[in-house]
């Protein structure tokens, strides 16, 4: 039986659907959200909106005012205890005179962590564990880039029944419906970054921008990365118009041609030199730590299925898997695959995942896939009843 009441559940859960609200804002921060209540009843609320502004818990104070003096503070993350753009949150917390702090989870940031200590040994009663999974879930992308400075990776693709991405003449718009189409969007207006191959850039010839909805204006567009070995795109792609998405990485051989690169980097683009793998591929987990050293805290692959490849198989970095199955079938020895590549010897060698989810979008099948060594704190349900049980 749950320790906390249906009220208290209910606060933090407006907590999270508060803090939510930052998805696609707030990077390299975290999602929060928090809620102030007395006598049973939320009287100020608050989430944080971007880099540089109020954090939850100080616009929910500043909304409350006097009357935080003795209310309950109801917090998806452990209020902050560090000088930033922005001050310490435990601090005006106690300032303000809160009775008492209810959060999910400990900040494993050092940077910041800590104010549950400052709390306590303030006077102001501490609990911990509320809806511990829920916020856990919420904050992926920070906790991972957080704890291993990697940025949490995506994996977004689809096929047909029988697999296949394209026809053998490589005509593949669109395979899904515009349900699953759209939910796409919806993730890469919501990462830091999209990387997609040297293939489906020349073929597609992609925005690779965020348009929910079919709407290309938002707050901000996320990186574009394309892998370019040796640098033989053509220069006329989208992916290097400014006025279609955000800045673009080219992800490049050490031996690619220095002409191009300089030319790249006059047009205002970045140009990274990645190491290879024993199979000849660029190293997605050399890439993957030059990006999270940029604090990219998020990235969705969108591949075809030489990426897929590298991604899944030769260098595992999916933490999270997207997989559309639409109702036709293509068929074909030329029609490539969902996953491509020298592919494995002996079943022994096939990468596991686990299957979290089943659904629809629209008539197309969707499969919520976690890799095997996809990101994870070990979030049993052991571990979350001890998280949950936690008292300072």
């Known amino acids: 039986m749950s320790r906390w009441t249906p009220k208290q559940l209910g606060f933090m859960k407006e907590a999270i659907r508060l803090a939510r609200r930052g998805l696609g804002l707030v990077s390299p921060n975290p999602l929060v959200g928090a809620v102030l209540a007395k006598n049973n009843r939320l009287i100020a609320a608050g989430w944080h909106q971007g880099p540089g502004q109020a954090h939850a818990e100080v616009m929910a104070l500043a909304e409350a005012g006097r009357k935080a003096q003795g209310a309950e503070l109801y917090v998806n993350l452990e209020p902050c205890a560090h000088y930033g753009r922005t001050g310490p949150c435990a601090e005006a917390i106690v300032q303000a005179g809160v009775k008492k702090v209810y959060y999910a989870i ?3 940031n050092p940077l910041a962590a800590g104010g549950a200590q400052i709390l306590a040994a303030q006077g102001v009663e501490v609990d911990r564990g509320l809806m511990a999974a829920e916020a856990w879930e ?5 906790l991972k880039w957080a704890t291993t400075k990697l940025p949490f990776v995506i994996l977004k693709t689809a096929a047909s029944l029988d697999g296949k991405i394209a026809t053998r003449l490589g005509d593949s718009r669109w395979i899904t419906d515009k ?4 939910f796409g969007h919806i993730i890469r207006a919501a990462v830091d970054a999209i990387l997609i191959g040297r293939n489906t850039a ?3 010839d992609p925005e690779l921008s965020a348009r929910p909805w079919g709407k290309r204006k938002m707050h901000r567009q996320p990186w574009r990365v394309v892998l370019d070995p040796h640098l033989k795109l053509p220069l006329t792609l989208k992916i290097y118009n400014p006025d279609f998405g955000g800045p673009t990485v080219v992800a490049c051989a050490e031996d690619a041609s220095p002409e191009t690169r300089e030319n790249l980097t006059a047009m205002g683009h970045q140009v990274w030199t990645v190491a290879k793998t024993a199979s000849g591929l660029l190293s997605l987990k050399d890439l993957m730590k030059q990006l999270g050293a940029a604090n990219i805290q998020s990235i969705l692959i969108e591949p075809g299925a030489t990426l897929a ?9 999916v933490d999270l898997g997207h997989i559309f199955l639409a109702p036709i079938i293509i068929g074909g020895r030329d029609s490539p695959s969902l996953v491509g590549g020298l592919g494995i010897e002996s079943l022994t060698q096939a990468q596991g995942a686990d299957i979290l989810k089943i659904g629809r979008k629209g008539p197309d099948i969707h499969l919520v896939i976690r890799p095997a060594g996809g990101f994870s ?3 049993t349900s052991a571990a979350l009843k001890e998280e949950s049980e936690g008292k300072i």
């Open 106 to 108: 400990n900040d494993p």
């Open 138 to 142: 919420l904050n992926q992308f920070f």
């Open 179 to 182: 349900p699953a189409r759209n």
């Open 202 to 204: 020349f073929k597609d």
């Open 309 to 317: 490849f590298s991604a899944l198989v030769d260098e595992p970095v």
């Open 377 to 379: 704190p070990q979030m």
